[in-house]
């Protein structure tokens, strides 16, 4: 590419371990769950919790996890946001970086590529790729991000692109990579998000009144509403059963990876596969919005554990549709997004 360059993309994502042994996934356990956005408690309570009792009993635990789900090329979720950014350089015809919030690769190791290779950059685009604004996931990539880019004295100007729920490009993507999927019309579709701790809603609500307060807060217009992680789900599930055309009898939502004991989004996934075949739903198809990019997550906990749970209750057929990765139409809805999304 050519050095007179002035504009690069760095995709944003969680990160993953550096391999499957125990070690390397405590070491992200830790980097994790240390993070003060994702366990929001005292730093030494934060620090006992996670270290003398979460990651060590948690991390052999996930280890077996990452080993059902590693690939030749090593985690799906680095390897496939790798694929994307040699996709979207295709497409836009500018230089793409890509950055993992824990593990690697940095976001120092994206900031400092870019501008190795384009020593006249102006502006970095970031792009988290985190479709609903929440403090454990969107807020804390782009608060590293910024911490790492005054840390480094950088001589371009950085943009950051806001989540995209309600992106028309995106919910079209999403709807489109689907429509395979949602063949036999009997099929109930779930739509699994990650969930995360009512608090951090409470937290997150700018006018500290309207967030969880009513049955219908979420279809309550309100300036909440644009750091409320459990409104966006809302609003993309609407969109794209919209988009769809699925009647509103033909799904439903859940939240999915609890972790710990207080209140966290309901209802939960895992309830759900052992409800729904009890109410009827033999037949289901579930979908995981807030991921992009398959992962842990996603192939492990959701396309294994709880197929095996939805059968075990007694349903019948359990369709997974997997993230959207790097299908044409997602690579457009990127390019689309950091071509003209509105940053922050």
């Given at each position: 590419?050519?050095?007179?360059?002035?504009?690069?993309?760095?995709?944003?994502?969680?990160?993953?371990?550096?391999?499957?042994?125990?070690?390397?996934?405590r070491n992200y356990l830790?980097?994790?769950?240390?993070?003060?956005?994702?366990?929001?408690?005292?730093?030494?309570?934060?620090?006992?919790?996670?270290?003398?009792?979460?990651?060590p009993f948690r991390s052999?635990?996930?280890?077996?996890?990452?080993?059902?789900?590693?690939?030749?090329?090593?985690?799906?979720?680095?390897?496939?946001?790798?694929?994307?950014?040699?996709?979207?350089?295709?497409?836009?015809?500018?230089?793409?970086?890509?950055?993992?919030?824990?593990?690697?690769?940095?976001?120092?190791?994206?900031?400092?590529?870019?501008?190795?290779?384009?020593?006249?950059?102006?502006?970095?685009?970031?792009?988290?790729?985190?479709?609903?604004?929440?403090?454990?996931?969107?807020?804390?990539?782009?608060?590293?991000?910024?911490?790492?880019?005054?840390?480094?004295?950088?001589?371009?100007?950085?943009?950051?692109?806001?989540?995209?729920?309600?992106?028309?490009?995106?919910?079209?993507?999403?709807?489109?990579?689907?429509?395979?999927?949602?063949?036999?019309?009997?099929?109930?579709?779930?739509?699994?998000?990650?969930?995360?701790?009512?608090?951090?809603?409470?937290?997150?609500?700018?006018?500290?009144?309207?967030?969880?307060?009513?049955?219908?807060?979420?279809?309550?217009?309100?300036?909440?509403?644009?750091?409320?992680?459990?409104?966006?789900?809302?609003?993309?599930?609407?969109?794209?059963?919209?988009?769809?055309?699925?009647?509103?009898?033909?799904?439903?939502?859940?939240?999915?990876?609890?972790?710990?004991?207080?209140?966290?989004?309901?209802?939960?996934?895992?309830?759900?596969?052992?409800?729904?075949?009890?109410?009827?739903?033999?037949?289901?198809?579930?979908?995981?919005?807030?991921?992009?990019?398959?992962?842990?997550?996603?192939?492990?906990?959701?396309?294994?554990?709880?197929?095996?749970?939805?059968?075990?209750?007694?349903?019948?057929?359990?369709?997974?549709?997997?993230?959207?990765?790097?299908?044409?139409?997602?690579?457009?809805?990127?390019?689309?997004?950091?071509?003209?999304?509105?940053?922050?």
């Amino acid at each position: 590419m050519p050095e007179q360059i002035k504009r690069g993309i760095i995709l944003m994502n969680l990160g993953s371990p550096d391999s499957t042994g125990v070690k390397d996934v405590r070491n992200y356990l830790t980097e994790f769950l240390m993070d003060e956005r994702v366990i929001d408690s005292h730093y030494l309570v934060r620090s006992i919790l996670v270290k003398g009792i979460i990651t060590p009993f948690r991390s052999p635990k996930s280890a077996e996890a990452y080993q059902a789900i590693w690939t030749d090329e090593g985690s799906p979720l680095v390897s496939i946001t790798k694929q994307l950014r040699l996709a979207l350089e295709k497409e836009i015809n500018e230089p793409v970086e890509v950055s993992m919030r824990y593990g690697n690769p940095s976001m120092k190791s994206a900031y400092d590529a870019l501008l190795s290779k384009h020593p006249k950059l102006e502006e970095v685009v970031l792009l988290p790729l985190y479709p609903h604004y929440a403090m454990s996931s969107y807020e804390t990539a782009v608060a590293h991000a910024k911490t790492v880019y005054k840390k480094g004295n950088y001589p371009f100007r950085i943009r950051t692109i806001k989540p995209f729920y309600n992106d028309t490009h995106y919910i079209a993507a999403l709807a489109e990579s689907m429509k395979p999927y949602l063949q036999n019309t009997k099929s109930h579709l779930l739509f699994s998000y990650h969930s995360i701790p009512e608090r951090h809603i409470l937290k997150s609500d700018m006018t500290g009144s309207h967030c969880l307060q009513s049955p219908g807060c979420c279809e309550t217009p309100s300036a909440a509403h644009r750091y409320c992680y459990r409104h966006q789900c809302f609003m993309t599930t609407k969109l794209v059963t919209e988009y769809l055309g699925i009647p509103q009898d033909g799904y439903s939502v859940s939240f999915q990876s609890k972790l710990g004991r207080s209140e966290w989004l309901k209802p939960s996934t895992t309830m759900r596969m052992e409800q729904m075949p009890k109410e009827g739903i033999k037949d289901l198809v579930v979908v995981c919005p807030s991921f992009v990019s398959d992962c842990l997550e996603t192939l492990e906990e959701i396309a294994i554990r709880e197929k095996e749970n939805f059968l075990a209750a007694g349903g019948e057929s359990f369709t997974f549709v997997p993230c959207m990765n790097t299908q044409p139409g997602w690579v457009k809805a990127v390019a689309q997004l950091v071509g003209n999304g509105i940053g922050n």
